[in-house]
């Protein structure tokens, strides 16, 4: 059985900073493309960033290219999301999830069929 487990939430103020990380289970961690997407009030889930099974392709949303940077530890099967210069727009709930092949390039944000429950993230101005 997959699992995927965030953690790092929390509340923060504009500028702040906050680390999200992602323990996945019951998967070829090693095999796996890796995503971030986030959902706000309202609004539908978008993608964040992307990482594929070695780490050596990264995508990343627009909105956040130059403050969140994605990265991943094969060896404890981990997927973190560093967010720097954190923005009130950046508020909603985060999730991760895994695509049980590679990243496509052209289309990064598609085909993730295991997700975790989420971890809140808020950004005060």
């Known amino acids: 059985q997959v699992q995927l487990v965030e953690s790092g939430g929390g509340s923060v103020q504009a500028g702040g900073s906050l680390r999200l990380s992602c323990v996945a289970s019951?998967?070829?961690?090693?095999?796996?493309?890796m995503g971030w997407f986030r959902q706000a009030p309202g609004k539908v889930r978008e993608g964040v960033a992307a990482?594929?099974?070695?780490?050596?392709?990264?995508y990343a949303a627009d909105s956040v290219k130059g403050r969140f940077t994605i990265s991943r530890d094969n060896a404890n099967n981990t997927v973190f999301l560093q967010m720097d210069s954190l923005k009130p727009d950046d508020t909603g709930m985060y999730y991760c999830?895994?695509?049980?092949?590679?990243?496509?390039?052209?289309?990064?944000?598609?085909?993730?069929?295991?997700w975790g429950q989420g971890t809140q993230v808020t950004v005060s101005s």
């Open positions: 990482i594929s099974p070695s780490g050596s392709r990264t």
């Open positions: 999830a895994a695509r049980v092949t590679n990243c496509i390039s052209e289309a990064w944000t598609a085909g993730f069929g295991y």
């Open positions: 019951g998967i070829s961690y090693g095999r796996v493309c």
